[in-house]
Protein backbone atom coordinates (compact mmCIF):
# COMPACT_ATOMS: atom_id res chain seq x y z
CA UNK A 1 0.00 0.00 0.00
CA UNK A 2 1.59 3.60 -1.30
CA UNK A 3 1.46 6.56 0.59
CA UNK A 4 -1.39 8.09 -1.25
CA UNK A 5 -3.41 5.39 -0.86
CA UNK A 6 -2.76 5.13 3.05
CA UNK A 7 -4.30 8.93 3.66
CA UNK A 8 -6.90 8.63 1.41
CA UNK A 9 -7.83 5.92 4.12
CA UNK A 10 -6.88 7.83 6.89
CA UNK A 11 -9.34 11.06 5.42
CA UNK A 12 -12.35 8.61 4.93
CA UNK A 13 -11.79 7.19 8.66
CA UNK A 14 -11.53 10.79 9.81
CA UNK A 15 -14.62 11.77 7.69
CA UNK A 16 -17.03 8.87 9.18
CA UNK A 17 -15.81 9.67 12.58
CA UNK A 18 -16.36 13.39 12.39
CA UNK A 19 -19.72 12.37 11.20
CA UNK A 20 -20.86 10.63 13.43
CA UNK A 21 -19.59 12.87 16.13
CA UNK A 22 -21.92 16.32 14.30
CA UNK A 23 -24.97 14.43 14.00
CA UNK A 24 -24.92 12.58 17.18
CA UNK A 25 -28.10 13.29 19.55
CA UNK A 26 -27.76 16.26 22.14
CA UNK A 27 -29.13 15.62 25.46
CA UNK A 28 -32.28 16.80 24.82
CA UNK A 29 -32.90 15.02 21.92
CA UNK A 30 -31.93 11.66 24.08
CA UNK A 31 -34.62 12.85 26.72
CA UNK A 32 -37.25 13.05 24.28
CA UNK A 33 -36.32 10.02 22.49
CA UNK A 34 -36.62 8.49 26.33
CA UNK A 35 -40.17 10.07 26.81
CA UNK A 36 -41.20 8.71 23.25
CA UNK A 37 -40.23 5.47 23.95
CA UNK A 38 -41.92 5.58 27.88
CA UNK A 39 -45.18 7.03 26.51
CA UNK A 40 -45.19 3.91 23.88
CA UNK A 41 -44.21 1.11 27.18
CA UNK A 42 -47.21 3.32 28.56
CA UNK A 43 -49.29 3.10 25.70
CA UNK A 44 -49.13 -0.66 25.78
CA UNK A 45 -49.31 -1.34 29.24
CA UNK A 46 -52.65 0.12 28.90
CA UNK A 47 -53.73 -1.83 25.86
CA UNK A 48 -53.11 -5.01 27.31
CA UNK A 49 -54.96 -3.70 30.51
CA UNK A 50 -57.89 -3.26 28.45
CA UNK A 51 -57.50 -6.36 26.73
CA UNK A 52 -57.82 -8.00 29.84
CA UNK A 53 -60.77 -6.51 30.83
CA UNK A 54 -62.01 -6.99 28.09
CA UNK A 55 -61.68 -11.02 27.69
CA UNK A 56 -62.31 -10.92 31.87
CA UNK A 57 -66.17 -9.00 30.77
CA UNK A 58 -66.70 -11.59 27.88
CA UNK A 59 -66.14 -14.52 29.79
CA UNK A 60 -68.60 -13.37 32.51
CA UNK A 61 -71.00 -12.59 29.62
CA UNK A 62 -70.36 -16.52 28.80
CA UNK A 63 -70.95 -18.00 31.97
CA UNK A 64 -73.83 -15.46 32.22
CA UNK A 65 -75.10 -16.85 29.02
CA UNK A 66 -74.48 -20.77 30.00
CA UNK A 67 -75.98 -19.90 33.68
CA UNK A 68 -79.26 -18.95 31.63
CA UNK A 69 -79.15 -21.47 29.14
CA UNK A 70 -78.53 -23.92 32.18
CA UNK A 71 -81.39 -22.41 33.59
CA UNK A 72 -83.38 -22.40 30.94
CA UNK A 73 -82.78 -26.44 30.03
CA UNK A 74 -83.18 -26.91 33.87
CA UNK A 75 -86.84 -25.76 33.01
CA UNK A 76 -87.61 -27.33 30.11
CA UNK A 77 -85.98 -30.29 30.69
CA UNK A 78 -86.43 -30.88 34.37
CA UNK A 79 -85.27 -34.55 35.46
CA UNK A 80 -84.29 -35.11 31.74
CA UNK A 81 -81.83 -32.12 31.67
CA UNK A 82 -78.94 -34.14 32.03
CA UNK A 83 -80.15 -36.16 28.89
CA UNK A 84 -79.53 -32.02 26.36
CA UNK A 85 -75.75 -32.80 26.44
CA UNK A 86 -73.67 -36.08 24.77
CA UNK A 87 -71.88 -37.23 22.10
CA UNK A 88 -73.36 -38.11 18.83
CA UNK A 89 -72.41 -41.79 18.53
CA UNK A 90 -73.67 -44.43 15.95
CA UNK A 91 -74.09 -48.31 16.93
CA UNK A 92 -75.03 -50.44 14.25
CA UNK A 93 -76.68 -53.81 14.24
CA UNK A 94 -76.60 -56.26 11.16
CA UNK A 95 -77.36 -59.24 9.76
CA UNK A 96 -77.17 -61.08 6.19
CA UNK A 97 -79.55 -58.64 4.91
CA UNK A 98 -80.05 -55.62 6.55
CA UNK A 99 -77.25 -52.74 8.66
CA UNK A 100 -79.09 -50.54 10.57
CA UNK A 101 -77.16 -48.00 12.69
CA UNK A 102 -79.27 -45.95 15.50
CA UNK A 103 -78.00 -42.97 16.84
CA UNK A 104 -76.89 -41.74 20.38
CA UNK A 105 -79.24 -38.48 20.09
CA UNK A 106 -82.37 -39.16 19.65
CA UNK A 107 -81.48 -43.41 20.50
CA UNK A 108 -83.62 -43.78 16.77
CA UNK A 109 -82.81 -45.59 14.07
CA UNK A 110 -80.92 -43.10 11.80
CA UNK A 111 -80.52 -45.12 8.89
CA UNK A 112 -81.01 -48.44 6.97
CA UNK A 113 -78.81 -50.00 4.13
CA UNK A 114 -80.40 -53.07 2.03
CA UNK A 115 -77.63 -55.08 1.66
CA UNK A 116 -77.39 -57.53 -1.27
CA UNK A 117 -79.07 -54.70 -3.86
CA UNK A 118 -77.81 -51.72 -5.43
CA UNK A 119 -79.16 -48.82 -7.34
CA UNK A 120 -79.55 -47.69 -11.15
CA UNK A 121 -75.95 -46.46 -10.38
CA UNK A 122 -74.88 -49.08 -8.89
CA UNK A 123 -74.53 -47.51 -5.06
CA UNK A 124 -75.33 -49.24 -1.94
CA UNK A 125 -79.06 -48.98 -1.69
CA UNK A 126 -79.57 -46.98 1.91
CA UNK A 127 -83.30 -46.37 2.35
CA UNK A 128 -82.78 -43.58 4.43
CA UNK A 129 -80.25 -41.87 6.69
CA UNK A 130 -79.94 -39.49 9.41
CA UNK A 131 -80.69 -36.51 6.71
CA UNK A 132 -83.77 -38.17 4.93
CA UNK A 133 -85.46 -39.21 8.12
CA UNK A 134 -86.19 -38.23 11.62
CA UNK A 135 -88.06 -40.31 14.49
CA UNK A 136 -89.45 -38.97 17.44
CA UNK A 137 -91.58 -39.61 20.95
CA UNK A 138 -93.05 -36.97 23.00
CA UNK A 139 -92.78 -37.94 27.07
CA UNK A 140 -95.35 -36.00 29.57
CA UNK A 141 -93.48 -35.78 32.76
CA UNK A 142 -95.13 -36.18 36.44
CA UNK A 143 -94.48 -32.52 36.77
CA UNK A 144 -96.44 -31.95 32.98
CA UNK A 145 -93.46 -30.97 31.08
CA UNK A 146 -93.59 -32.17 27.53
CA UNK A 147 -90.10 -33.70 26.28
CA UNK A 148 -89.07 -34.57 22.78
CA UNK A 149 -87.03 -37.79 22.69
CA UNK A 150 -85.13 -36.35 19.77
CA UNK A 151 -83.44 -33.68 21.53
CA UNK A 152 -81.67 -36.20 24.31
CA UNK A 153 -78.73 -38.27 24.29
CA UNK A 154 -78.99 -41.83 25.02
CA UNK A 155 -76.84 -44.56 26.42
CA UNK A 156 -76.20 -47.64 24.60
CA UNK A 157 -76.00 -51.41 26.18
CA UNK A 158 -75.17 -54.48 23.93
CA UNK A 159 -76.10 -57.51 25.66
CA UNK A 160 -75.42 -59.41 22.55
CA UNK A 161 -74.19 -59.08 18.67
CA UNK A 162 -78.77 -59.03 18.18
CA UNK A 163 -79.85 -56.59 20.96
CA UNK A 164 -79.25 -52.88 21.40
CA UNK A 165 -80.45 -51.13 24.02
CA UNK A 166 -81.07 -47.22 23.91
CA UNK A 167 -81.34 -45.80 27.47
CA UNK A 168 -82.06 -42.57 29.40
CA UNK A 169 -81.05 -43.98 33.24
CA UNK A 170 -82.51 -42.04 36.22
CA UNK A 171 -81.35 -42.24 39.60
CA UNK A 172 -84.17 -44.82 40.02
CA UNK A 173 -85.22 -46.20 36.76
CA UNK A 174 -84.44 -46.10 33.04
CA UNK A 175 -86.49 -45.36 29.73
CA UNK A 176 -85.78 -47.62 27.07
CA UNK A 177 -85.35 -48.17 23.39
CA UNK A 178 -85.09 -52.10 22.69
CA UNK A 179 -83.95 -52.66 19.31
CA UNK A 180 -83.45 -56.44 18.21
CA UNK A 181 -82.51 -58.05 14.85
CA UNK A 182 -82.82 -61.43 13.86
CA UNK A 183 -80.91 -63.77 11.32
CA UNK A 184 -82.10 -63.95 7.88
CA UNK A 185 -84.87 -61.49 8.17
CA UNK A 186 -85.60 -58.03 7.22
CA UNK A 187 -88.24 -57.31 10.69
CA UNK A 188 -86.15 -55.24 13.58
CA UNK A 189 -87.92 -55.15 17.11
CA UNK A 190 -88.33 -52.52 18.30
CA UNK A 191 -89.93 -52.49 22.02
CA UNK A 192 -90.59 -48.88 24.47
CA UNK A 193 -90.05 -49.79 27.83
CA UNK A 194 -90.44 -48.02 31.23
CA UNK A 195 -88.66 -49.58 33.89
CA UNK A 196 -89.48 -47.19 37.12
CA UNK A 197 -90.21 -44.26 35.38
CA UNK A 198 -93.81 -43.51 37.45
CA UNK A 199 -91.57 -40.79 39.43
CA UNK A 200 -91.07 -38.98 36.62
CA UNK A 201 -93.47 -39.98 33.84
CA UNK A 202 -97.34 -38.63 33.90
CA UNK A 203 -99.55 -41.36 35.19
CA UNK A 204 -102.48 -39.67 33.22
CA UNK A 205 -100.71 -41.04 29.59
CA UNK A 206 -101.61 -44.32 28.63
CA UNK A 207 -99.82 -43.43 25.15
CA UNK A 208 -96.77 -42.00 23.37
CA UNK A 209 -96.99 -39.38 20.77
CA UNK A 210 -94.57 -40.82 18.00
CA UNK A 211 -93.83 -38.66 14.40
CA UNK A 212 -91.84 -40.38 11.52
CA UNK A 213 -90.59 -37.91 8.98
CA UNK A 214 -88.71 -39.31 5.73
CA UNK A 215 -87.84 -37.89 2.46
CA UNK A 216 -87.86 -40.60 0.29
CA UNK A 217 -84.79 -41.08 -2.08
CA UNK A 218 -84.90 -41.50 -5.82
CA UNK A 219 -83.35 -45.16 -6.60
CA UNK A 220 -84.19 -45.72 -10.32
CA UNK A 221 -83.16 -43.65 -13.63
CA UNK A 222 -87.15 -42.80 -14.25
CA UNK A 223 -88.23 -40.76 -11.89
CA UNK A 224 -92.13 -40.40 -13.26
CA UNK A 225 -92.05 -44.24 -13.06
CA UNK A 226 -90.47 -44.44 -10.06
CA UNK A 227 -93.09 -41.73 -8.47
CA UNK A 228 -96.15 -43.41 -9.90
CA UNK A 229 -95.31 -46.78 -7.47
CA UNK A 230 -93.95 -45.00 -4.46
CA UNK A 231 -96.51 -43.62 -1.84
CA UNK A 232 -97.82 -43.55 1.65
CA UNK A 233 -99.71 -47.05 2.78
CA UNK A 234 -101.72 -47.97 5.82
CA UNK A 235 -103.71 -51.49 6.98
CA UNK A 236 -106.24 -50.61 9.33
CA UNK A 237 -106.99 -53.13 11.85
CA UNK A 238 -109.53 -55.23 10.41
CA UNK A 239 -109.45 -53.60 6.90
CA UNK A 240 -107.69 -53.57 3.25
CA UNK A 241 -104.91 -51.79 2.57
CA UNK A 242 -105.35 -47.55 1.38
CA UNK A 243 -102.54 -44.92 0.26
CA UNK A 244 -102.60 -41.69 -0.23
CA UNK A 245 -102.52 -40.58 -3.48
CA UNK A 246 -98.98 -41.31 -5.40
CA UNK A 247 -99.09 -38.35 -8.22
CA UNK A 248 -99.78 -35.45 -5.77
CA UNK A 249 -100.01 -33.89 -2.65
CA UNK A 250 -101.92 -35.55 -0.24
CA UNK A 251 -103.22 -36.03 3.76
CA UNK A 252 -105.20 -37.93 5.69
CA UNK A 253 -106.45 -38.02 9.33
CA UNK A 254 -107.83 -41.38 10.66
CA UNK A 255 -109.53 -42.21 13.94
CA UNK A 256 -109.79 -45.28 13.47
CA UNK A 257 -107.46 -48.01 14.66
CA UNK A 258 -104.01 -48.73 12.21
CA UNK A 259 -102.12 -51.48 12.04
CA UNK A 260 -98.85 -50.43 10.03
CA UNK A 261 -98.20 -47.37 8.06
CA UNK A 262 -95.32 -48.41 5.50
CA UNK A 263 -93.40 -45.67 3.21
CA UNK A 264 -92.59 -47.43 -0.30
CA UNK A 265 -90.61 -46.61 -2.86
CA UNK A 266 -91.29 -48.74 -6.34
CA UNK A 267 -89.66 -51.67 -4.91
CA UNK A 268 -88.75 -51.42 -1.07
CA UNK A 269 -90.82 -49.97 1.47
CA UNK A 270 -90.02 -49.20 4.97
CA UNK A 271 -93.20 -49.98 7.69
CA UNK A 272 -93.94 -49.13 11.23
CA UNK A 273 -95.73 -52.19 12.14
CA UNK A 274 -97.71 -51.99 15.55
CA UNK A 275 -97.19 -55.34 16.89
CA UNK A 276 -99.68 -57.99 18.78
CA UNK A 277 -102.99 -56.43 20.55
CA UNK A 278 -101.23 -52.54 19.69
CA UNK A 279 -102.37 -50.06 17.52
CA UNK A 280 -101.64 -46.85 16.40
CA UNK A 281 -104.66 -44.24 16.92
CA UNK A 282 -105.09 -40.54 16.27
CA UNK A 283 -103.23 -41.27 12.99
CA UNK A 284 -102.36 -38.01 10.88
CA UNK A 285 -100.56 -38.75 7.42
CA UNK A 286 -99.09 -36.73 4.74
CA UNK A 287 -97.47 -37.12 1.65
CA UNK A 288 -95.55 -34.59 -0.56
CA UNK A 289 -94.25 -34.29 -3.95
CA UNK A 290 -90.67 -33.05 -4.37
CA UNK A 291 -89.34 -31.11 -6.86
CA UNK A 292 -86.14 -32.68 -8.84
CA UNK A 293 -82.75 -30.93 -8.25
CA UNK A 294 -79.92 -30.93 -10.73
CA UNK A 295 -77.28 -30.33 -8.03
CA UNK A 296 -74.36 -32.75 -9.18
CA UNK A 297 -72.77 -32.69 -5.97
CA UNK A 298 -75.61 -34.68 -4.33
CA UNK A 299 -75.42 -38.35 -5.46
CA UNK A 300 -79.67 -38.39 -5.05
CA UNK A 301 -82.82 -36.82 -5.47
CA UNK A 302 -85.94 -37.13 -3.68
CA UNK A 303 -89.25 -38.42 -4.76
CA UNK A 304 -91.41 -37.07 -2.00
CA UNK A 305 -91.87 -36.46 1.73
CA UNK A 306 -93.85 -38.69 4.06
CA UNK A 307 -94.45 -37.95 7.42
CA UNK A 308 -96.72 -39.46 10.03
CA UNK A 309 -98.13 -38.09 14.05
CA UNK A 310 -99.64 -41.13 15.78
CA UNK A 311 -100.41 -42.25 19.14
CA UNK A 312 -98.87 -45.44 20.56
CA UNK A 313 -100.52 -47.35 23.43
CA UNK A 314 -97.85 -47.22 26.90
CA UNK A 315 -98.24 -48.08 29.60
Same mark, same amino acid.
Given at each position: ???????????????????????????? !???????????????????????????? #?? !????? =?????????? #??? $??????????? @???????????? %??????????????????????????????????????????????? /? @???????????????????????????? =?????? &????? /? %??????????????????? +???? !???? $??????? +????????? +????????????????????????????????? =??????? %?????????????????????????????????? &???????????
Amino acid at each position: MDKNTLIGFLLIIAIMVGFSYWNRPSEE !ELEKQRQVQDSLRMVQAQEEALREIEMA #EA !EKQIE =KKDSIQNSIT #EQT $FGAFAKFTKGE @DKIYMLENELLK %VCVAAKGGAVSSVEVKNYTTTDGRPLILFDSNDAQQNMTLVTSNNRV /I @DTKELYFSATMPNDSTLIMSLPMEQGAF =KYIYTI &HKDSY /I %VDYKIKADGMSEYLSQREN +GLDM !EFDM $FLRQQER +GRKFENRYA +GLYYKFQDDDVENLETEKDDSKQITNRVKWIGY =KDQFFST %VLIAKGDVNFTSVDLESSMMPEVRDLSRPYNYLK &HYSSRMVVSFD
